[in-house]
């Protein structure tokens, strides 16, 4: 991908005031993929003290968003259309990890999917464990 | 609905620490159906500064899940199985309401609809203008 | 709705040939909605003789395509880009009807739901029981 | 997996009438996976000729529920949730292939992935196009 489009994945999810709130930073950026990384936090959870399927669809919608924003025409905003979200387990960690790909890219239309996964420090290693999936359409809208 | 119901609904709302954060209340309850209120704030938006779909989602996914509570025999927990939401519309507006529907209630599984809109001061009255849609599956689980 | 409109709605849906094969037809149309029936057939089922979901889930389908085309604009096809489908029941029953409505018509996508009721005789009455809802996106796309 | 197992898959696939109709056969089959083709008909066509969206949701349909009782507990029946599809091109060509993967197996509800992909002969290869995508919810009922 080249560095211009990638200033300007980083510099839109800078902007998206929730993303800040839930401390969601990228860790990593391709042609069609994305990784988010965010912390567990108090602010973010449902009644029994796991992360809300909220918060984690959020970071999930972003990072569908701008993996399908990785490989939209120039000039081009994406939105979302949609997206569907399973949630596999509790989302209890002490931090969690978001990777979208994008399935199919067309002109107007992007499909992409993800998988959210809760890290738990595990001695030296640390272990993911899978908590949701998403199904996502986006949508290009010159700018 | 009886007021027990009632009681436990608004105490599990209230230790939702993402609702705190997103600054939502509940300002109606029945048995299957929900309405939760809350303000614009930067704290939840997106890059254009309208507020985030997964924000809006989040509000709606807990309004899903509370009117299933309404209806879900004693002694369970509701968990969110799935959610699907379509956006409808920039979430752009001084405040937003979400209104959810209990379509199907059955002793496992229980599917909500919901429904969010943005609320715009209109001289003395106030506009709805729907933002997004929600269809969702929630699960009770015996405490 | 113009004549010339519905007159292209029902030629397209005749062209159909799944829902020959399923003997659905369309009983009402109006701007943004669609009515549509279909018998129950041996060549149509599950593994426990009731109309399988994906077959309710064609007319469904169906019936939010043409439900968007109603509010198309002039020379547009109307294509599916997605649907998602709760089911609420055993599809049991002598004959089936879905009704579909228009969420929200834009330029480019159209947002439809849709419910399915198994009809069954009741006396002199005729019995509707929900068996699934749909929520579906649709696309305008120029001839 | 066991061979038992297998049989009651088989047996219950060839009780779907909707699957005989369509031509459907369960060409693949393991833990956890399955894979089945279907060949082109006229009819099962959609306005323009290719395969209705609805017949090809139908076979990941059962796709994804026949993937999840091979990992199902004994003695239960598994039932369609809900499932939610991604159409990602017209379904062209002379047959078609649905590949289906349990993505979490639990106690009571079975996640399931499925894509579906046209084939075409291409001098000595068959090539496959991706045409379908579909996130599903399987639940398992004690018979």
Redo the contacts between chains.
């Keep these: 991908m080249d560095t211009k489009r990638e200033k300007l994945v980083r510099e839109?999810?800078a902007?998206?005031?929730?993303?800040?709130?839930i401390g969601a930073k990228i860790t990593s950026i391709a042609a069609g993929q994305l990784e988010i990384h965010f912390p567990f936090?108090?602010?973010?959870?449902?009644?029994?003290g796991f992360i809300?399927?909220?918060?984690v669809?959020?970071?999930?919608?972003?990072a569908c968003g701008y993996a399908a924003m990785t490989v939209a025409p120039d000039n081009h905003?994406v939105?979302?259309?949609?997206?569907?979200?399973?949630?596999?387990?509790p989302a209890a960690g002490e931090s969690f990890v978001v990777r979208s790909a994008v399935?199919?890219a067309g002109k107007?239309?992007t499909?992409v999917?993800a998988d959210a996964f809760a890290l738990k420090e595990n001695g030296a290693n640390e272990k993911e464990k899978?908590i949701a999936?998403m199904?996502a359409?986006m949508?290009n809208r010159p700018e």
Tied chains: 1, 2, 3, 4.
């Design positions: 839109s999810f902007r998206q005031g929730l993303m800040t709130t936090s108090p602010a973010l959870t449902q009644q029994n809300h399927a909220g918060a669809a959020s970071v999930m919608d972003s905003n939105l979302s259309v949609e997206f569907k979200v399973n949630l596999l387990a399935k199919r107007t239309l499909i999917t899978p999936t199904l359409t949508i």
